[in-house]
């Protein structure tokens, strides 16, 4: 399994960025998928989780209203679009899947998640 996030970068304060993570060596369609993040001496934490039909969506609070997370089953790709975003939103952005029995799904706790990928960075300018 590997699953690889790209789409990082530098930004300014109020700007965009939308993450990628594709996967493969998995069934893509039968995992649930999140988003964590960890700043700089932080702990990491959940950003946003999305169940296997898409249709079950979840988001820490510093999250809403400003990021949207989705995923396209036919290519294998969770995004995670970040909007108005914040020097405090600067961070290691990680995908995560775990195998789901239930289309409707969804996992908040990093250690519910059993595959992770490397992470990218994103950095948020004042």
């Known amino acids: 399994v590997q699953l690889q996030a790209s789409g990082g970068g530098l930004v300014p304060a109020g700007g965009s960025l939308r993450l990628s993570c594709v996967a493969s060596?998995?069934?893509?369609?039968?995992?649930?998928l999140g988003w964590f993040r960890q700043a700089p001496g932080e702990q990491r934490e959940g950003v946003a989780s999305?169940?296997?039909?898409?249709?079950?969506?979840s988001y820490a609070e510093s999250a809403k209203g400003r990021f949207t997370v989705a995923r396209d089953n036919d290519k294998n790709t969770l995004y995670l679009l970040m909007n108005s975003l914040k020097p405090e939103d600067t961070a290691v952005y990680y995908c995560?899947?775990?195998?789901?029995?239930?289309?409707?799904?969804?996992?908040?706790?990093?250690?519910?998640?059993?595959?992770w990928g490397r992470g990218t960075q994103v950095t948020v300018s004042s």
């Open positions: 995560a899947a775990v195998q789901a029995a239930f289309e409707y799904s969804i996992f908040a706790k990093e250690r519910e998640y059993a595959y």
């Open positions: 060596g998995m069934a893509f369609k039968f995992h649930a």
């Open positions: 999305i169940s296997i039909d898409g249709r079950h969506t």
